[in-house]
């Protein structure tokens, strides 16, 4: 068979092989687009488990009519224009390959307003071949329906598994999203049944830490924030005696991104040696941030993994972190009250903000009244559901 080119169909399904693994896969890519557009509420609506349909609809920047027929042309995006962009992208979505590879494998409508526009206009695919754009009544914002998925390409639709499992796969995926944006309302409907809500507003991090993981996991929680070496860490790690059986209450993010990192699970993991046993499992929320340049996010298909350029720094960071805040609660300091100031330690090792013991001196002075928390870093080891108890008795 000659070498030749492949149409632009073929072309599209081959990258939906990879973009495109099942609903959930759909639903991230869309929830994602409206975050980066500054969507502040997202609406899903879903039907048998996102394999009949899929509406994602947002109050978005939205997108002008003429750049409709873009927004579904393979490689084409606003978020990046040149490799210094990539090398440095901010932005969940960077590739352009998600809309034209959804639209190949489904009966696709893409219709978006922009803010400052009078009226909306929408365009149909069908199974990759691109409709007109015609007018279309819309508030501001953007909605992308997607229906049949993968209704021409049998192979895959027999691969998708019963609606109560992908319905799962869907909302263990919207957790880890409400657990890193509180500020975003995201509601969720499914078979035209309410199913899920995720309000924002004045909800803080720590209440929706309980909504979203459960109040046995909010009471258990350290709260962890410490930088150093032009990294942060911040976030929640379970105490010992709250701990799994799977890897179930794991969530790491990298600059707001959901990932997967070995290193940093191991990280986690040497960290918590010394007080889990039996094979538990550590639970816990972790944000790592750091300067873009300094990781790799365009390293897999679904962007679900990173490369860091500086792996061991970041392992001992993480490791360093969590093990001295876990020390402290095998040393059985009480965790809901923060010590008077001690020494800074000296040599390797992590630095401690003025408010957190150095280690061996968290007898000196007497204890200091609990801070409630709020979005500015806080020592490490503060109890979550004392913090929330602090805010509700204000």
Known sequence: MPIRPLPDTLINQIAAGEVVERPASVVKELVENAL????????IDLEEGGIRLIRIRDDGGGIPPEELPLAVSRHATSKIASLDDLEAVATLGFRGEALPSIASVSRFMLASRPRDAEHGAALHVDGG????IVPKAHAPGTTVEVRDLFYNVPARRKFLRAERT???HIEEWLRSLALARPDVELRVSHNGKPSRRYRAGDLDAAARL?????????????RIDHSGAGLRLHGWIAQP?????SADQQYLYVNGRAVRDRSV???VKLAYQDVLYHGRQPAYVLFLELDPTRVDVNVHPAKHEVRFRDARLIHDFVFRTL??????TRAGVETGVAPATGAQPSGVGPSYPASYPAPGTEGNGGARPFVPWTP??????????EAVGALAAL
Request: aromatic share 4%; hydrophobic share 40%; glycine share 12%.
């Open 265 to 267: 699970a191991h990280a």
């Open 376 to 385: 500015a870093p806080q020592p490490l080891g503060l109890r979550v559901d």
């Open 323 to 328: 093990q001295e805040a876990l020390a402290h």
């Open 166 to 168: 992908e319905l799962g």
């Open 36 to 43: 980066d557009a500054g969507a502040t509420r997202v609406d």
């Open 241 to 245: 005696h709250y701990s799994r059986a």
């Open 210 to 222: 309980g909504e979203t993981l459960g109040e046995d996991f909010a009471r258990s929680a350290l």
């Open 129 to 132: 071949r691109v409709g007109e």
